[in-house]
């Protein structure tokens, strides 16, 4: 019997999701997070969990790991100390950027602090033309003895960028040569390993935080690698991807920045597969946990993959899903502002002490507080009775906060979710109406640990009708590992026009392109039936400075093929700028190739209608403060684990389980579908 497992380490909880492939059972454990040392958290997840089905770790098939260890040493800047290898006279384009300002009015804004400090970045004398002709050679005798200077600062990794680096690469080798000929210990990435694209202050900035974040990988994967052959793990690990997909552990090691949003994105792959088993392709995953909430727009089932993103004022240039972040979270501590306005977020209390209700000496109030107030979540414990909750003490801290503000205690716990709600309605409104998309149009897919306890409001908000709550909401990302592919992105960049005479240069890139993805597929042992491919072009109108992505049609490069590119490519401009310029040239930008390597995933099987009566899975009944009522109702309560195919439940309404808590607002009403995912209809 097949047995897999998908870990995902959070800030609080490290969440594992056990698919038995035999029977189809699906158990889902919570270990507390190990912020020191993440490894520690998993492999002792990974021993509870399977112990408590009886099972061993040998049992396991495949392993599957989303991780924040990345994300989390670029937010607190635990990278190492890095070096910088530039051209001559661009050392300082890391430092002045696009110089764009984080806020347009705001002259004060502080921009993050450059990964790599001035004294260690260095230019060296070599200069490509755009075309990769060699104006000046690279000066090896200088670039010698940078890497003495940097070997002599105790630089633990190094970046080399160079000016089209990326359209000939022999200066950015033989430069990776010299350095770890002086400096073999060094972690030394090349801008057109991690991304072989144009715009040159992106793509140095994705080399130097691919380098800061090297060796703090690498350690991880190690030790991980380590705590799992101990435990008797024997299945190939996998890491996930911010593309969604995942990859082995080596090349994870060799290229962190493709996994700064590792965790994020398996969320994203749970929720496009269960819509894809329920038939609503047209979903925006809302995705709370403790510090954070995610959101991410699937527009017929597919989500969009941007080719760059900005991580924590970071530019990265790399495949990865396109996921919104707001710091607004089950921690998020609220506060009176210097207007004396209450605020929620984004600064958190994290897994320790956490929220004041936890009785381990926080005295600031968070969004958990307020729902332990409001009695929405329960008054007495969490995690189905494992960790318990004292919500006098979460009511004290309330209360300090309504006398700041003038107002009652419950007034104050609701304001505080309302000011929550508030802005992850705004993030949703930035990857949805501000690109096009009537939220209205689309079903909310509520996970996390409080992704359902919010989810109602949130959807009244925005006015969407539809809420889905997936059967284990708590662990989605989890359950994400199980159920996505493997997957690697090759790019390369040549600017040209979509024209019928290019048909024969775009073929050639495109040969090319498929080479490095079969040998990717040979490395990572993918089958042949397993193979696919993806072509994408980014596209525009010829002097506009930004591309969009439109997938080309698989088969030979022919100019039916380009005219259908430049027919998406005006249909995909207007839907995000409501025109699109009829006359103007069309230019092609940067060329993508997508390989996906097919794997044996989880597979769900429907459960038989079982009748809309759910008196069966009612636990008892709970005074819940409803704003709708000025005052608190009486609540009955089901226990999601006892819900069955078919159950229907009318709101109000509370539904608790191991890891989430589930609110139907008056008038709501729920129904139980055949593979136990619960629908919320608003009225």
């Known amino acids: 019997m097949a047995l897999r497992i998908g870990i995902d380490s959070g800030g609080t909880f490290t969440d594992v999701c056990l698919f038995d492939d035999a029977t189809g059972e699906v158990a889902v454990w919570k270990v507390p997070s190990t912020p020191d040392d993440p490894s520690r958290a998993i492999a002792e997840g990974t021993r509870q969990g399977v112990e408590r089905i009886d099972r061993a770790p040998r049992d396991l098939a495949y392993f599957g790991?989303?991780?924040?260890?990345?994300?989390?040493?670029?937010?607190?800047?635990?990278?190492?100390?890095?070096?910088?290898?530039?051209?001559?006279?661009?050392?300082?384009?890391?430092?002045?950027?696009?110089?764009?300002?984080?806020?347009?009015?705001?002259?004060?804004?502080?921009?993050?602090?450059?990964?790599?400090?001035?004294d260690l970045r260095f230019g060296v004398a070599e200069r490509l033309r755009h075309d990769g002709s060699v104006e000046t050679p690279l000066d090896e005798s200088a670039m010698r003895a940078i890497a003495r200077r940097l070997k002599d600062a105790d630089v633990k990794a190094v970046a080399v960028g160079f000016l089209y680096g990326f359209v000939r690469p022999d200066h950015e080798n033989r430069a990776?040569?010299?350095?770890?000929?002086?400096?073999?210990?060094?972690?030394?990435?090349?801008?057109?390993?991690?991304?072989?694209?144009?715009?040159?202050?992106?793509?140095?900035?994705?080399?130097?935080?691919?380098?800061?974040?090297?060796?703090?990988?690498?350690?991880?994967?190690?030790?991980?690698?380590?705590?799992?052959?101990?435990?008797g793990v024997t299945a190939v690990p996998h890491l996930t991807q911010s593309n969604g997909g995942v990859i082995g552990f080596d090349m994870a090691a060799r290229l962190p920045v493709r996994t700064v949003l590792s965790g994020p994105s398996t969320g994203v792959v749970a929720a496009q597969a269960i819509g894809a088993m329920i038939g609503m392709r047209n979903l925006i995953t809302f995705d709370m946990g403790g510090t954070s909430t995610d959101v991410a727009l699937l527009r017929d089932g597919e989500a969009s993959v941007a080719s760059e993103a900005t991580v924590h004022g970071y530019p990265i240039k790399a495949p990865m899903l396109d996921i919104h972040t707001v710091g607004a979270g089950g921690g998020s501590i609220a506060h009176i502002d210097s207007g004396g306005l209450l605020k929620v977020g984004p600064r958190s209390?994290?897994?320790?002490?956490?929220?004041?209700?936890?009785?381990?000496?926080?005295?600031?109030?968070?969004?958990?507080?307020?729902?332990?107030?409001?009695?929405?979540?329960?008054?007495?414990?969490?995690?189905?009775?494992?960790?318990?909750?004292?919500?006098?003490?979460?009511?004290?801290?309330?209360?300090?906060?309504?006398?700041?503000?003038?107002?009652?205690?419950?007034?104050?716990?609701?304001?505080?979710?309302?000011?929550?709600?508030?802005?992850?309605?705004?993030?949703?409104?930035?990857?949805?109406?501000?690109?096009?998309?009537?939220?209205?149009?689309y079903a909310l897919v509520a996970?996390?640990?409080?992704?359902?306890?919010?989810?109602?409001?949130?959807?009244?908000?925005?006015?969407?009708?539809?809420?889905?709550?997936?059967?284990?909401?708590?662990?989605?990302?989890?359950?994400?590992?199980?159920?996505?592919?493997?997957r690697a992105d090759f790019a390369a960049t040549q600017l040209m026009l979509a024209e019928d005479g290019a048909t024969g240069?775009?073929?050639?890139?495109?040969?090319?392109?498929?080479?490095?993805?079969?040998?990717?597929?040979?490395?990572?042992?993918?089958?042949?039936?397993?193979?696919?491919?993806?072509?994408?072009?980014?596209?525009?109108?010829?002097?506009?400075?930004?591309?969009?992505?439109?997938?080309?049609?698989?088969?030979?490069?022919?100019?039916?093929?380009?005219?259908?590119?430049?027919?998406d490519f005006a249909e995909a401009h207007r839907r995000l700028y409501g025109y699109a310029a009829e006359e103007e040239p069309i230019q092609m930008v940067t060329f993508r190739v997508a390989a996906?390597?097919?794997?044996?995933?989880?597979?769900?099987?429907?459960?038989?209608?079982?009748?809309?009566?759910?008196?069966?899975?009612?636990?008892?009944?709970?005074?819940?403060?409803?704003?709708?009522?000025?005052?608190?109702?009486?609540?009955?309560?089901?226990?999601?684990?006892?819900?069955k195919a078919g159950n229907r439940i009318e709101g109000p309404a509370i539904v608790e389980q191991m890891d989430a808590t589930t609110v139907l607002l008056p008038g709501m009403r729920g129904r139980v579908e055949p593979y136990l995912n619960l629908i919320l209809e608003m009225p």
């Open 505 to 567: 240069r775009v073929a050639d890139i495109y040969a090319n392109l498929e080479l490095q993805a079969r040998a990717w597929f040979a490395e990572e042992h993918v089958a042949d039936k397993d193979q696919r491919l993806r072509r994408i072009v980014d596209m525009r109108y010829h002097g506009q400075n930004y591309e969009i992505p439109i997938d080309l049609a698989e088969g030979p490069v022919t100019s039916g093929s380009l005219g259908q590119l430049r027919v």
């Open 176 to 231: 990776r040569a010299i350095l770890l000929e002086e400096i073999p210990d060094a972690f030394v990435t090349t801008s057109h390993e991690v991304a072989p694209e144009f715009r040159e202050y992106e793509r140095i900035s994705t080399a130097v935080v691919n380098a800061y974040l090297g060796p703090v990988m690498r350690g991880y994967i190690t030790r991980l690698a380590a705590r799992l052959r101990d435990l």
């Open 447 to 486: 996970f996390g640990g409080a992704g359902p306890l919010h989810a109602a409001r949130l959807a009244r908000e925005l006015e969407m009708k539809t809420i889905v709550v997936p059967r284990h909401p708590g662990i989605c990302c989890a359950l994400g590992l199980l159920l996505t592919d493997l």
């Open 596 to 643: 996906i390597g097919a794997v044996v995933k989880a597979a769900f099987r429907p459960e038989p209608d079982a009748g809309p009566d759910p008196s069966h899975a009612r636990i008892g009944e709970r005074e819940v403060w409803f704003p709708e009522a000025q005052g608190f109702i009486a609540c009955p309560v089901y226990d999601r684990d006892k819900l």
């Open 65 to 118: 790991h989303g991780t924040t260890v990345g994300t989390n040493a670029l937010i607190q800047h635990r990278g190492v100390r890095t070096g910088l290898v530039t051209t001559d006279g661009f050392r300082d384009l890391i430092e002045i950027g696009r110089q764009k300002r984080p806020d347009l009015y705001d002259l004060q804004a502080d921009k993050p602090p450059p990964l790599v400090t001035r």
């Open 349 to 441: 209390c994290g897994a320790d002490p956490g929220p004041v209700c936890y009785d381990r000496g926080a005295t600031e109030p968070a969004t958990t507080d307020a729902n332990v107030v409001l009695q929405t979540l329960n008054p007495r414990f969490l995690l189905g009775g494992r960790m318990p909750i004292v919500q006098d003490k979460a009511r004290h801290a309330i209360g300090a906060l309504a006398e700041q503000l003038g107002l009652d205690v419950m007034s104050t716990a609701q304001g505080v979710i309302s000011v929550v709600t508030a802005n992850m309605a705004k993030a949703i409104r930035v990857i949805s109406v501000q690109r096009g998309h009537d939220p209205r149009d």
